[in-house]
C-alpha cells in the first residue's frame, strides 16, 4: 500500500492548521466519546533468511475519551493490525485473539490553545505484552518460555502471545512472543471530530518459541527514519460503527483508499 497520499493529508493539514487555527471550535472543545484511531508505524524490519525489507503496521482501535477542561483520558480497545511488507518473501500476520488479549491501561493527554489552534500531546505510554515485569521499562525481557514472568496472554496454550509468519512462501509457522511496546503522540485538534498528528516510538520483541526452529532467530529493525511517515488519526465514531465494519472501510475512511479519485 502507498499511504504517501494519507500522510501527506495529514501534513497538508497540521500546515492548515498552524497557520489558520482552529478557532471556530472555541477554547477547548468536547471531545468526551468514543473514536476510531489509525496509528502508522512505519520500520525497517532485518528478517530470518530475508534479509532487510520495509514494513509497515496499521494499528486500528477504539478509544474512548474522558474530558476534564484540558485533560484527556484514553482508554484503547484494539480492533485489528494489518502488517505490509515490501518484501514478497514475508508476512506477518497478528491474530484475532492477540489484538483481543491487549487491555491496555489509559493513557492521558493534554490539549491546549495557542492563538486559536488547539494541540494534543499525549506522553510516552509503555505496554509489555506477554510477559508481566516488575520495572517495565528496564526489566530485560524474558527469553526462556518457562520463565515465571511470561504468562499465556491470549489463552491459547502457548507462551506469551501467537503471531504467525510466512516466510519464502512455503515457509509458514507460529512464532510465540513477548513485546515492549511505546509511543507517544503529538498533534492538533482539527474539528471537534477529527485528531491527527504524528507519533514517536520504540518497540523490542523477543521469540520465545516457534513451531519451526528456522523462526527461532529474533527478527530486528528499527523505526523508518523519515519521521513524516509515522502519523495517527482519530475520527469520532458513529453508534453503529463495530471493529467488523472498521475491518471493511478502514482504508477509506482513514484516507487510504479513495475510489476513482487520484488525490
Known amino acids: ?51 532487510e525489507s520495509s514494513q509497515t ?14 485533560s484527556l483520558v484514553m ?34 493527554g493534554t490539549l491546549q490553545e495557542t492563538d486559536g489552534t488547539i494541540t494534543f500531546e499525549q506522553p510516552a505510554y509503555l505496554e509489555i505484552r506477554g510477559a508481566i515485569l516488575e520495572n517495565p521499562e528496564t526489566d530485560a525481557l524474558p527469553v526462556d518460555p518457562e520463565d515465571p514472568r511470561v504468562f499465556d496472554q491470549d489463552e491459547d496454550d502457548s507462551p506469551g502471545m501467537t503471531v504467525h509468519v510466512n516466510l519464502l512462501g512455503f515457509i509458514k509457522a507460529q512464532i510465540f512472543v513477548v513485546q515492549r511496546v511505546q509511543y507517544a503522540l503529538s498533534g492538533y485538534v482539527v474539528s471537534e471530530d477529527r485528531i491527527e498528528g504524528s507519533i514517536e516510538w520504540s518497540d523490542e520483541q523477543v521469540v520465545l518459541a516457534a513451531t519451526n526452529p528456522m523462526l527461532m532467530a529474533d527478527s530486528t529493525g528499527y523505526p523508518d527514519p523519515d519521521l513524516s511517515k509515522h502519523i495517527f488519526l482519530m475520527i469520532r465514531a458513529q453508534e453503529d460503527w463495530t471493529c467488523e465494519w472498521l475491518k471493511e472501510n478502514w482504508r477509506v475512511l482513514f484516507g487510504l483508499d479513495y475510489p476513482d479519485q487520484d488525490s
Request: charged content about 15%.
Open 75 to 108: 482508554t484503547d480497545r484494539y480492533c485489528f493490525t494489518v502488517i505490509e511488507d515490501t518484501s514478497i518473501l514475508a508476512s506477518t500476520q497478528i491474530p484475532d485473539a492477540f489484538m483481543a488479549a491487549l487491555r491496555p491501561t489509559p493513557r492521558t
Open 57 to 70: 503496521s496499521y494499528v486500528v482501535q477504539w478509544v474512548d475519551v474522558t474530558q476534564d477542561g484540558e
Open 1 to 51: 500500500m502507498d499511504y504517501s497520499k494519507l500522510h501527506g493529508r495529514i501534513q497538508l493539514g497540521l500546515i492548515l492548521t498552524s497557520l489558520i487555527g482552529v478557532a471556530a471550535l472555541g477554547a477547548i472543545p468536547d471531545l468526551d466519546g468514543t473514536w476510531a484511531m489509525l496509528q502508522v508505524y512505519p520500520r525497517i524490519a532485518v528478517l530470518p533468511l530475508v534479509g
